[in-house]
């Protein structure tokens, strides 16, 4: 064990997680894995195999682990991947993550692709790695992705996908000429609980030619979502003192979670949603700055949601209320509740027209375009306070 180690401290606080003392005694550029008995069981410098190896870690771990990233910049080609996990803490001094610089076409499809296909030709492989995720744009980078998949082996311009194809409800037919482009994430979790983020600095540094969903963003969370809300079990997912930077894609989003936490953190200039609970998801969003981004708060489907003593400044919309399902268990039950909302350029609040039964209270709206937009009479909008000047 190297010496800077022996400085370090740990002490159980709950729930798995281990805090460090003597962080500073992390060495730059390295990464520290311990189990659920506080023992260090991986120590790594930083390269370009990193992200593949902490994957292979987190999947074949069979307890909580944490992972504590030391001082310095890391660069992530591909997502940090928490998939059907519970107990995963992952925090950092002083560490940035970022993405590589000069998003590029990475290939171009040589044929069609058909529903079930688990081979993709492409004119030049140069690019393409094995493990790999990635996704395919119209030749034009117009709309949403067409497909996304994971690759298994790469040989003489052909890729071995994990699994056959399946087109998405929006796709009618990929075409030869449809480009690729690395799927380049910071995390994804899948169907995971007790996952904790904390202390840590994603930088998307504005990379990125599409804006996607699920592309160039930070976080993009994951679960089996239905109508029956009674049975969903808080995940505890959360995201606490982090800053989310410079994204043409998303800050953050969850697709339904219960029980998901975004407190004490900074969301600045990015592209789409700073900040998102989706489709079948409740959590509590306190205590954030967002800034220069699209949307700061997007409740999509949500329920239960608390969206309190956040500061959103120079946004489109502030808090904005999307429904796609049309379902009575979301859109409700919300409370928007003492925030800052300054200068945004469309609304500072927005609902929904099927948005019903949530409270709008005791806010601050200073200088927005618009105040409150959307389906104000069947939402409880009261207390708060408006600076038209």
């Given at each position: 064990m190297k010496r800077v180690l022996a400085l370090m401290v740990l002490v159980f606080v709950g729930a798995g997680l281990w805090l460090?003392?003597?962080v500073?005694?992390?060495?730059?550029?390295?990464?520290?894995?311990?189990?659920?008995?506080k023992q260090i069981v991986v120590e790594f410098e930083w390269g370009d195999d990193s992200v593949q190896n902490l994957n292979s870690i987190i999947r074949e771990s069979e307890n909580s682990i944490e992972i504590l990233f030391g001082p310095g910049e890391y660069l992530f080609h591909q997502a940090l991947e928490i998939n059907n996990k519970d107990g995963v803490f992952i925090s950092g001094s002083k560490a940035t993550w970022v993405f590589p610089d000069g998003a590029k076409v990475i290939a171009v499809l040589e044929q069609d692709v058909l529903v079930g296909d688990v081979e993709l030709y492409v004119y030049d492989d140069e690019d393409l790695r094995s493990g790999q995720r990635y996704q395919v744009y119209k030749e034009d980078r117009s709309g949403?992705?067409?497909?996304?998949f994971e690759v298994k082996e790469v040989s003489d311009n052909t890729m071995i996908l994990t699994k056959p194809v399946s087109f998405m409800q929006h796709v009618d037919e990929i075409l030869e000429g449809s480009i690729l482009l690395e799927e380049i994430n910071f995390l994804r979790i899948n169907d995971s609980k007790n996952v904790e983020i904390r202390d840590l600095v994603f930088d998307g540094k504005e990379i990125g030619d599409v804006r996607g969903h699920t592309i160039y963003s930070?976080?993009?969370?994951?679960?089996?979502y239905g109508d029956d809300l009674g049975d969903n079990e808080d995940e505890n997912i959360v995201i606490d003192n982090c800053v989310f930077k410079n994204f043409k894609g998303r800050g953050i989003t969850f697709y339904g979670?219960?029980?998901?936490?975004?407190?004490?953190s900074k969301f600045e200039n990015i592209l789409a949603e700073a900040i998102e609970i989706d489709h079948f998801s409740q959590g509590e969003v306190r205590g954030n700055y967002v800034s220069k981004s699209a949307v700061a708060i997007q409740l999509n489907d949500a329920y239960d949601s608390v969206v309190d003593s956040n500061e959103l400044i120079d946004n489109g919309h502030g808090v904005f209320f999307v429904s796609h399902y049309e379902d009575p268990s979301v859109n409700t039950g919300n409370k928007v509740i003492n925030n800052l909302i300054e200068g945004s350029s469309v609304a500072a609040i927005k609902l929904s027209d099927q948005s019903k039964n949530n409270e709008i209270s005791e806010n601050t709206l200073i200088k927005n375009e618009v105040y409150f937009a959307g389906n104000t009479s069947e939402n409880e909008i009261f207390d708060n306070s408006l600076d038209i000047e």
């Amino acid at each position: 064990m190297k010496r800077v180690l022996a400085l370090m401290v740990l002490v159980f606080v709950g729930a798995g997680l281990w805090l460090v003392f003597g962080v500073e005694s992390l060495e730059a550029q390295h990464v520290y894995v311990h189990d659920e008995n506080k023992q260090i069981v991986v120590e790594f410098e930083w390269g370009d195999d990193s992200v593949q190896n902490l994957n292979s870690i987190i999947r074949e771990s069979e307890n909580s682990i944490e992972i504590l990233f030391g001082p310095g910049e890391y660069l992530f080609h591909q997502a940090l991947e928490i998939n059907n996990k519970d107990g995963v803490f992952i925090s950092g001094s002083k560490a940035t993550w970022v993405f590589p610089d000069g998003a590029k076409v990475i290939a171009v499809l040589e044929q069609d692709v058909l529903v079930g296909d688990v081979e993709l030709y492409v004119y030049d492989d140069e690019d393409l790695r094995s493990g790999q995720r990635y996704q395919v744009y119209k030749e034009d980078r117009s709309g949403d992705r067409l497909l996304e998949f994971e690759v298994k082996e790469v040989s003489d311009n052909t890729m071995i996908l994990t699994k056959p194809v399946s087109f998405m409800q929006h796709v009618d037919e990929i075409l030869e000429g449809s480009i690729l482009l690395e799927e380049i994430n910071f995390l994804r979790i899948n169907d995971s609980k007790n996952v904790e983020i904390r202390d840590l600095v994603f930088d998307g540094k504005e990379i990125g030619d599409v804006r996607g969903h699920t592309i160039y963003s930070g976080l993009i969370a994951e679960k089996p979502y239905g109508d029956d809300l009674g049975d969903n079990e808080d995940e505890n997912i959360v995201i606490d003192n982090c800053v989310f930077k410079n994204f043409k894609g998303r800050g953050i989003t969850f697709y339904g979670f219960s029980g998901v936490s975004v407190v004490n953190s900074k969301f600045e200039n990015i592209l789409a949603e700073a900040i998102e609970i989706d489709h079948f998801s409740q959590g509590e969003v306190r205590g954030n700055y967002v800034s220069k981004s699209a949307v700061a708060i997007q409740l999509n489907d949500a329920y239960d949601s608390v969206v309190d003593s956040n500061e959103l400044i120079d946004n489109g919309h502030g808090v904005f209320f999307v429904s796609h399902y049309e379902d009575p268990s979301v859109n409700t039950g919300n409370k928007v509740i003492n925030n800052l909302i300054e200068g945004s350029s469309v609304a500072a609040i927005k609902l929904s027209d099927q948005s019903k039964n949530n409270e709008i209270s005791e806010n601050t709206l200073i200088k927005n375009e618009v105040y409150f937009a959307g389906n104000t009479s069947e939402n409880e909008i009261f207390d708060n306070s408006l600076d038209i000047e």
